[in-house]
């Protein structure tokens, strides 16, 4: 299966609609008076349906399992025609689009079986997605004309005696997103950081570094009396995202705000940590600046 380790979970929904056709009235009047010999056709289809949703990443292999948490299936009549209608919503990390299609299929199939005892000439028409949210597709966010400057607090790297591997993976996912940056590189010193705050002249200012728990991390309480506001949504974010993933992320101390219009992280300044507060808030942190933009014509 695809790897969905590096998602966030959000509220997915799909719809997926089938069509069943019959051959005359009587088979029309013989479900809505429930005289079909094999039982309720909307009752037994709609069982079949539920199970069909919930049954359907043992059956299709590259579906990935996850909680179902709402299952709704309809019917209407139009003349000789059944229209189906399933919406299944999950909170995950991926959506069910294939699941309410894997239903609308079973209740269609469901629905055929019970009736051509009756109607030899029933049919299934198209079975297909009707419309789908949540995922990267319902949060889209322009980052058009952003700039960013990443910048590695790191007293070994300054002095040349390190590699820079974090700094690197936040330009990697910047880039991904359409965003030019560059790098400054700095000791773990109190000035230097207020300095690369007051001196940056980017949207978007990222700190790598100095966020742990040691006698030279200073990142966070150096940042913070700086912000004009704090994104605590944002760090809730980050910390959640990376504990999901491994116990030490409950030591980091990354912060997230806002200065004079400009958005400032400060992120572990280990690859993997760095790497993974990515993944947690972009792009949809970049919303921010849509919201500043229409404060401003308010």
């Not at 909170?91 to 109607?119: F, N, Q, R």
């Not at 690197?168 to 359409?178: F, N, T, V, Y």
Request: proline letters at 4%.
């Amino acid at each position: 299966m695809v790897d969905i380790t590096h998602k966030i979970t959000t509220l997915r929904e799909a719809t997926a609609i089938a069509t069943l056709r019959t051959s005359s009235e009587e088979t029309i009047k013989a479900i809505r008076e429930n005289k079909v010999p094999k039982g309720n056709v909307f009752e037994m289809a709609k069982a079949a349906g539920l199970l069909g949703v919930k049954k359907t990443p043992e059956l299709l292999p590259d579906c990935h399992p996850l909680p179902i948490e709402y299952t709704g299936i309809e019917y209407e009549i139009d003349g000789l025609e059944i229209h189906i209608s399933v919406k299944v919503k999950t909170i995950y990390k991926t959506g069910v689009e294939v699941e309410a299609m894997h239903g609308a299929s079973i209740v269609a199939l469901t629905m055929y079986d019970m009736l051509k005892p009756i109607d030899k000439n029933v049919e299934i028409g198209t079975i297909r997605l009707q419309q789908k949210k949540g995922g990267k597709s319902s949060f889209k966010v322009n980052s058009e004309g952003l700039t960013a400057q990443v910048i590695v607090c790191s007293d070994t790297i300054s002095k040349g005696e390190g590699e820079d591997k974090a700094g690197e993976a936040i330009i990697s996912k910047l880039m991904d997103l359409g965003i030019n940056s560059e790098k400054w590189i700095i000791p773990d010193e109190a000035e230097k950081i207020r300095n690369s705050i007051s001196e940056a002249t980017s949207d978007i200012l990222i700190f790598t570094g100095g966020t742990g728990v040691g006698p030279r991390d200073v990142t966070p309480e150096t940042i913070e009396p700086l912000l004009d506001l704090r994104l605590k949504g944002v760090e809730e974010q980050m910390r959640d995202f990376g504990q999901q993933r491994m116990p030490y992320a409950m030591l980091s101390r990354s912060i997230a705000g806002m200065k004079n219009g400009k958005l400032i992280l400060a992120l572990p300044g280990s690859t993997k940590g760095a790497a993974e507060c990515m993944e947690a808030v972009f792009p949809h942190v970049l919303h921010v600046f849509k919201v500043i933009e229409g404060k401003r014509h308010d």
